[in-house]
């Protein structure tokens, strides 16, 4: 599906094993990866990344924040899309993660001030 408009959908971590049995000829890493799939088995209501996906950011909602009596839920950037295979057939995506490189990003930032 090709759309110009933003869209998001809902996913779920899978274990880094099953991720890597899926995609026997590409080597990932447990330290700066993470595989996702979609929450729905339903095949004709499965959701993942596409075409035209790759770099766009992986959230979730970290931190409850109360402010005049308003709930807010806080996003968290954790991870920035890689790679797929196809749209939506029900296998996971892999994203790279933040986290992994954050120090290193950190030192970037620090050097450049």
Aim: net charge negative; proline share 3%.
């Amino acid at each position: 599906m090709h759309t110009n408009r933003l869209l998001k959908v809902y996913l779920k971590r899978i274990e880094m094993e099953k991720c890597q049995e899926l995609y026997l000829d590409t080597p990932l890493s447990h330290e700066s990866q993470i595989c996702m799939q979609s929450y729905r088995d339903d095949a004709d209501e499965q959701q993942d990344l596409c075409y035209g996906d790759s770099g766009a950011g992986l959230q979730y909602y970290s931190t409850d924040l109360i402010e005049n009596d308003e709930l807010y839920k806080i996003p968290t950037l954790m991870a920035i899309t890689s790679f797929g295979m196809e749209c939506a057939l029900g296998l996971p995506s892999v994203y790279v993660n933040i986290l992994h490189y954050f120090e290193w990003m950190e030192e970037v930032i620090s050097s450049k001030s």
